[in-house]
Nanobody, 125 residues
Framework: QVQLVESGGGSVEAGGSLRLSCAAS????????MAWFRQTPGKEREPVAN???????YYGESVKGRFNISKDDSKNTLYLTMNSLKPDDTAMYYC???????????????????WGHGTQVTVSL
């Protein structure tokens, strides 16, 4: 089982930026789809972005143009750079890995086998 540990969350004012990191315990990025999800209390986990083995990316409509997903295979680390943050971006952000595929990444959280514990992002006006 892959251990994923997120970091980089915090509190920021609207319009600000944060960069989340997700460190994996093993070399999994080269052969997996990696993704970021977010969730607020009472709502379903929402796909934010994903990236495949060659760097092809997907972004949710609400973050497109503001967020950027990237990875450093040599460091086994996934990143999410978040710019122009809005109060609606406030959520717990989770890193996830789908080791059953390395391209044509799925968006639904049920396809992802390994999850981190999350990092909280709070955006205030």
């Amino acid at each position: 089982q892959v251990q994923l540990v997120e970091s980089g969350g915090g509190s920021v004012e609207a319009g600000g930026s944060l960069r989340l990191s997700c460190a994996a315990s093993v070399d999994t990025f080269r052969s997996s789809c990696m993704a970021w999800f977010r969730q607020t209390p009472g709502k379903e986990r929402e796909p934010v972005a994903n990236i495949d083995d060659i760097g092809y990316t997907y972004y949710g409509e609400s973050v497109k143009g503001r967020f950027n997903i990237s990875k450093d295979d040599s460091k086994n680390t996934l990143y999410l750079t978040m710019n122009s943050l809005k109060p609606d971006d406030t959520a717990m952000y989770y890193c996830a890995a789908d080791r059953s595929r390395f391209h044509s990444c799925e968006r639904a959280p049920g396809h992802y086998n390994d999850w981190g514990h999350g990092t909280q992002v709070t955006v205030s006006l």
